[in-house]
């Protein structure tokens, strides 16, 4: 157990609908990142946040897609209008470095495994 | 040995044999390398990371090398355990808040 937490760690949807998931990161850590992964793919960002701001959005992260971390804690992932090729495992990930130029490390929980029907 | 199956590199070893896993990246200014394991229903865990101002680094039963001439990294694994079974990413900064990884080697030990 890395420390962050993922919910659900499992949702099926139907297509069309709204879908949102929920990030606990490691309560010191004050960097927050979306990732989402395929079926044999690697991790592909999505964003991430600096305590309560946004700093960094992927072209992946289309306008059905809003990420939000109101208070520099947890973190909510929305998807409106679900289609079935949003199908995928959303991770999150967390850090209390300052960045790739200082050895950072990403703590990552477990993810939530959409699937739209 | 290796073989490429239908959505990862696959390496089959027997328990305690050595595993080697490679990665080959492509931006020669990269300066920061990490390996994530991730077994089934959980999300990377992280290994072992190195710097490129250095060619070696070890930890416990894993030890990254790192050729910067022709971009290669890799990792090994000593004594094998069917507990190291998972798929293996190589990572690199892409910018500097965001990890890009690669496409993973699935690694199944047979006790």
């Known amino acids: 157990d890395t420390g962050v937490s993922q919910n659900p760690r499992h949702k099926i949807t139907k297509r069309g609908q709204n879908v949102t998931f929920r990030c606990d990161p490691i309560?010191?850590?004050?960097?927050l990142y979306w990732y989402r992964q395929t079926l044999g793919q690697g991790p592909e960002f999505l964003t991430y946040?600096?305590?309560?701001?946004?700093?960094?959005k992927s072209r992946l992260l289309s306008d059905r897609f809003s990420a939000e971390r109101p208070k520099g804690s947890f973190s909510t992932l929305e998807i409106q209008r679900t289609e079935q090729g949003d199908s995928a495992m959303y991770l999150c990930?967390?850090?209390?470095?300052?960045?790739?130029?200082?050895?950072?490390?990403?703590?990552f929980g477990s993810g939530t495994q959409l699937s739209v029907l | 040995g290796e073989s490429v199956g239908l959505h990862l590199p696959t390496l089959s070893v027997q328990e305690g044999d050595n595993s080697i896993i490679n990665c080959a990246y492509s931006?020669?200014?990269?300066?920061?390398f990490i390996w994530y394991k991730q077994e089934s229903g959980k999300g990377p865990q992280f290994i072992i990371d190195?710097?490129?101002?250095?060619d070696k680094r070890q930890g416990q039963r894993v030890t990254v090398l790192l050729n910067k001439t022709v971009k290669h990294l890799s990792l090994q694994i000593a004594a094998t355990q069917p507990g190291d079974s998972a798929v293996y990413f190589c990572?690199?900064?892409?910018?500097?808040?965001?990890?890009?990884f690669g496409k993973g080697t699935m690694l199944l030990v047979s006790p």
């Open positions: 190195i710097r490129s101002n250095m």
């Open positions: 309560s010191e850590h004050n960097r």
């Open positions: 946040f600096q305590n309560e701001a946004q700093l960094e």
């Open positions: 990930a967390s850090s209390g470095g300052q960045g790739f130029g200082t050895n950072e490390k990403l703590f």
């Open positions: 931006n020669s200014a990269s300066d920061y």
């Open positions: 990572a690199e900064p892409s910018g500097y808040s965001t990890l890009t």
